[in-house]
């Protein structure tokens, strides 16, 4: 994705933060896993403590 100022003679709407221009690189060879954990969020352990029937999702315990 090209976020320079300008695209030729037009002004590029991809613009940074505070109008800063840059190049965004994909990282593809960085190994990459899934964990199971990342389906669910963790359950507060304030709520685990009102509600002793709430387990904690899998991989937060």
């Not at 940074?16 to 963790?42: A, D, F, H, Q, V």
Request: charged content about 20%; proline content about 8%; overall charge positive.
């Amino acid at each position: 994705m090209d976020v320079s100022a300008r695209i030729g003679a037009a002004v590029n709407s991809q613009l940074l933060k505070n109008g800063t221009s840059g190049e965004l690189t994909w990282m593809n060879e960085i190994p990459r896993k899934w964990n199971e954990r990342n389906y669910y969020y963790p359950i507060p352990l304030n709520d685990l403590q009102r509600n002793p029937n709430l387990k904690q999702n899998p991989g937060w315990e």
